[in-house]
């Protein structure tokens, strides 16, 4: 009888608990994450910084206009059939449904692409997943935020303009694209034909095949035809061997142009100083020296609560790109409340609209202290991209160290080609692209 | 008691060349198909079907046919996804490309192309044995997949080589819902499997099993060696194929290359060993098993060490779990799953009396 009564008083405590829990309002954020398998190293980064970020908003503003964010993990071990997986279970928790989907992963992208589209829930891909995407038209759900493999590679053209004092002087060069012989290494073809036409230098397109710790053709390749630059589109332990390859064949680093993906310092502290020189794009920077990074150091790791378990990688390339995705999450929440009401859960197809007219420009990523951290945005009905500019970053020996401010892409000749490739989708699938005039 | 068949008098050819001839089996298989396309569908709500059972149920098809390619013939092979490829690109290519294509002749064809990829490739087993000639499966595992990226025609010219599937439209009818395309898988795997329930025990399944034992005494006894493997490959790939047609079609909706990579293929051996390898139910259980505990165990394991300790232990921790349970099975029964099964059909049969 005894045992009885204290089942049912604490049936009641924890009622009334869980009663007074859920009458705060919260936003679930679901995230598929991967912290087991080849790519670990990066995805506990990227997961454990959007995690960090969110924390720190709960505890230092007590969530996003008095709304808790609340989130929650599922192992997708960078595998298609485990994200689809992990979609359907987040799909439905929360008060309203799973919010924003962010699979930082091209394949799972793919795979949910047309069932975010049935469910109503934006999926957010930052630097990664289907460029076309970009023409918000045919892809109202799909957001590839603040730039795309085509605005990098065409941003890396212009870097390399730059540096050579004009983009006239171009002309007869030859720029060797050194990529991962994957749907994600091709995606830079299209573009770099079309700017090699533009500009009228060469392209040496050279595939590694997967996973890519063995170049010696390769670099010989590279030393017979001594291209000026080479373009390093690769991905993981691809990376630094490209580097300790290059420092063999004697091949300059300075030359050496790595994409976003090749960027990290997973990539270039395992090449030891072979890497010194080396430059890659980014849409981000690595560094702590930014308020916002502060904050989640004084907020989060001051109290205990990281996630991160080497702390060290705070204000790495990769923890900084998980911030990004965390800041264009709490953004697309805030930005939501103003229409919708603050003080409740919004559903997916408020987030859409939030996300869609997120507008960050300077005074505003000066309000989050994240000036200089990553570039100026404006998502639109027709622009799901928003910005296509990156910075570029060289690896001094032991850390990256900024070069250059945001380089540009050249916009009219990427817009072009996102245009006629997500036209060319609406097609196959009988899609009728949204009339912007009249989205609100 | 339970399960005996004394009494069970076959008084005609049909009777006793049935494929269930035990009546307990045909009523608890036709019991468990009906549960599953009849109180499934009812019962089971979104997250089941579209991302438990459609998964089980198509990768049970692709163990089905590395069963019948491994277990049932012998010859071991590591290029199961390989085929899985083929067969959706293949029925993705013949929808594309035909007008009016209907979808069951577009998976059949894709299903075809893959048979005809897997004669190819099992060419060598002519020659070759045991773990060389898993060697040369390799060699098919890593050539489609780097033919369908180099050659973009496969990919209908989509710039990073991903396909996204055609609507499903049979008869008129739209295959756009879980549960419609869940009885549309079922109706394909139960249809497949029953006919590799009776291809084994057809004169076609005894000579795989003749090869398997001891080939040079099969030929000696009038087994073609080398029609007999290559039917074995054909329609091992086969199954393979509609596996992977339905993987694209009903499960993903859009695939690209790199998704059917070694570790699938190796995913589906594990299934087999797992399951049983010789046996038809033991695909079905080899897949479940490695479908179904990896999630589990993400459901289960960080609610139980939660806030203890970090989300990277938890994400390994599961890993180690899942390994350690496989090793487990094994050494309780190195004839897979479908082995206790059978171990407890004879505990059945001799119950309450054991001796």
């Known amino acids: ?440 | 008691m339970f399960y005996r068949e004394a009494g069970q008098f076959k008084a005609s050819y049909q009777a006793d060349q049935q494929i269930f001839p035990i009546r307990q089996d045909k009523i608890a298989v036709w019991a468990l198909v009906l549960f599953f396309a009849a109180v499934v569908p009812v019962i089971a709500d979104q997250y089941w079907l579209k991302a438990i059972l459609i998964p089980v149920l198509i990768f049970s098809l692709a163990a089905l046919g590395l069963n019948i390619l491994t277990g049932y013939a012998g010859q071991l092979s590591l290029g199961s996804a390989a085929f899985m490829a083929v067969g959706a690109f293949g029925a993705y290519n013949f929808m594309l490309r035909i007008d009016g294509m209907p979808f069951l002749v577009a998976i059949v064809l894709g299903g075809l192309c893959a048979a005809a990829v897997g004669v190819l490739f099992g060419l060598p087993s002519l020659r070759i044995k045991g773990f060389y000639l898993a060697v040369a499966t390799l060699a098919a595992q890593f050539f489609i997949v780097w033919a369908l990226v180099k050659f973009p025609w496969f990919s209908n010219y989509s710039s990073s080589g991903v396909i996204s599937t055609q609507e499903i439209n049979i008869l008129g009818f739209a295959f756009d819902g879980p549960t419609s395309k869940y009885m549309l898988t079922l109706a394909v795997v139960v249809i497949l499997a029953l006919a590799a329930k009776n291809m084994v025990r057809s004169s076609t399944g005894r000579a795989w099993m003749a090869v398997r034992d001891m080939d040079v005494a099969a030929e000696v006894i009038g087994i073609r060696p080398m029609r007999t493997k290559l039917i074995a490959f054909a329609v091992s790939s086969f199954y393979c194929g509609v596996a992977g047609a339905l993987y694209a079609y009903t499960y993903l909706g859009t695939v690209e290359p790199e998704g059917f990579n070694l570790d699938l293929s190796f995913k589906i051996l594990f299934m087999i060993i797992i399951g049983g390898t010789g046996s038809i139910m033991g695909s079905f259980l080899g897949a479940a098993f490695i479908v179904l505990l990896p999630i589990l165990l993400d459901n289960f394991v960080p609610s139980l060490l939660g806030d203890l300790v970090s989300a990277s232990f938890v994400s390994n921790f599961q890993l180690i779990v899942f390994g350690a349970m496989i090793i487990f099975f094994l050494i309780v029964e190195p004839h897979g799953l479908a082995r206790l099964w059978q171990i407890g059909k004879e505990k059945l049969r001799l119950w309450p009396f054991p001796h």
Not at chain 1, 259 to 279: L, M, Q, Y
Not at chain 1, 379 to 393: A, T, Y
């Open chain 1, 1 to 440: 009888m005894k045992l009885k009564k204290t089942v049912l008083l604490g049936a009641t405590i924890a009622g009334l608990l869980a009663g007074s829990y859920a009458s705060a309002a919260e936003q679930f954020i679901g995230l598929p994450s991967y912290r087991v398998g080849p790519y670990a190293a990066g995805g506990s980064a990227l997961f454990g910084a959007w995690i960090d970020y969110m924390q720190m908003i709960n505890e230092r503003d007590g969530g996003v206009g008095g709304v808790k964010l609340v989130w929650e993990e599922c192992e997708t071990e960078y595998n298609n059939a485990r994200g689809v997986e992990c979609y359907e279970r987040l799909k439905n928790k929360g008060e309203t449904g799973n919010s924003v989907f962010q699979p930082i992963s091209t394949g799972i992208t793919y795979s949910v692409l047309e069932k975010v589209a049935q469910d109503k829930i934006p999926m957010v891909t930052i630097g990664y997943g289907r460029t076309d995407a970009a023409d918000g038209r045919v892809f109202p759900w799909v957001f590839p935020m603040v730039t795309t493999y085509w605005s990098q590679a065409s941003g890396i053209v212009n870097y390399i303009g730059m540096k050579e004092g004009g983009m006239d002087k171009l002309k007869g060069k030859k720029i060797g694209l050194l990529y991962h012989d994957s749907a994600y290494g091709k995606e830079s073809h299209a573009i770099m034909d079309k700017l090699a036409a533009k500009h009228g230098f060469e392209v040496i397109k050279i595939p590694v095949a997967h996973p890519g710790n063995e170049q010696q053709s390769q670099w010989l390749q590279i030393r017979q035809a001594r291209p000026d630059y080479v373009i390093l589109w690769g991905w993981g332990v691809m990376n630094p061997t490209a580097l300790k390859s290059a420092a063999k064949t004697g091949y300059p680093r300075e030359k050496m142009i790595g994409v976003w993906w090749s960027g990290a310092e997973e990539d270039t502290i395992p090449a030891g100083s072979a890497a010194k020189g080396f430059t890659a794009a980014g849409f981000n920077v690595a560094g702590t020296n930014y308020p916002l990074i502060k904050d989640i150091e004084k907020y989060v790791y001051a109290k205990g609560k990281g996630n991160m378990e080497d702390k060290s990688r705070v204000g790495g390339v990769y923890y900084n790109r998980g911030v990004v995705s965390g800041i264009i999450t709490v953004e697309a929440i805030r930005k939501a409340q103003e229409k919708f009401g603050k003080g409740k859960a919004l559903t997916g197809e408020q987030m859409r609209w939030g996300f869609e007219h997120l507008d960050m420009d300077a005074k505003h990523l000066a309000s989050i202290g994240a000036t200089g951290f990553m570039p100026e945005m404006k998502i639109s009905c027709l622009d799901h991209e928003g910005s296509g500019k990156v910075k570029f970053q060289q690896w001094d020996g032991s850390k990256w160290k900024v070069l250059t401010d945001w380089v540009d892409s050249d916009k009219p000749l990427v817009r072009d080609m996102i245009e006629e490739s997500a036209a060319a989708y609406a097609k196959e699938k009988g899609i009728t692209p949204r009339d912007c005039s009249k989205e609100m």
